[in-house]
């Protein structure tokens, strides 16, 4: 389920069989890097938008939790533990970050939910069938590892 009126009323109805919330990281910049950065944040909302189309009425997909990459690392820690533990309290027991961004891989022990880092492909100047088989393949990947924590 994606963050939409319709899905928060299918939520309501069916939230016992919802265990799981998807945040994206994304970061922000408008100076150097920033095109890396946009590139990283597009691949990370295509992969956890299909990821909701596959596994939908089983998670729910959270809108990004963005931040600028000067902020930071320890305060975005706190921010992002503060959802977790909002989530948590709701009911859902799994929470899982999705990112491209590498800075988060130190910070992991600290987190809340569990990390997923995915190599970031920037599709910028990509054939279309390449594009395809590139979300296909990390797409399965992330669900294999989804499913993994969820037994």
């Known amino acids: 389920m994606k963050w939409t009126?319709?899905?928060?009323?299918?939520?309501?109805?069916?939230?016992?069989y919802i265990d799981t919330a998807v945040i994206p990281l994304i970061p922000l910049t408008l100076s150097e890097g920033a095109k890396a950065a946009v590139?990283?944040?597009?691949?990370?909302?295509?992969?956890?938008?299909?990821?909701?189309?596959?596994?939908?009425?089983?998670?729910?997909?959270?809108?990004?939790?963005?931040?600028?990459t000067a902020e930071e690392q320890s305060a975005r820690t706190e921010r992002l533990n503060d959802w977790t533990s909002q989530l948590k309290e709701s009911?859902?027991?799994h929470v899982f970050y999705v990112t491209g961004d590498r800075a988060w891989k130190e910070y992991e022990p600290d987190l809340l939910g569990e990390l997923f880092l995915l190599p970031v492909v920037p599709f910028e100047h990509m054939d279309e069938a390449y594009k395809r088989q590139i979300v296909h393949d990390q797409t399965s990947k992330?669900?294999?590892a989804f499913i993994s924590r969820w037994t």
Do not use: C, W
């Open 39 to 68: 590139s990283g944040g597009e691949f990370v909302q295509l992969l956890t938008s299909e990821i909701e189309r596959q596994l939908k009425g089983r998670l729910f997909l959270l809108p990004p939790f963005a931040y600028f």
């Open 142 to 144: 992330l669900l294999n």
């Open 91 to 93: 009911g859902l027991h």
């Open 5 to 16: 009126a319709n899905d928060v009323d299918m939520y309501e109805k069916e939230r016992q």
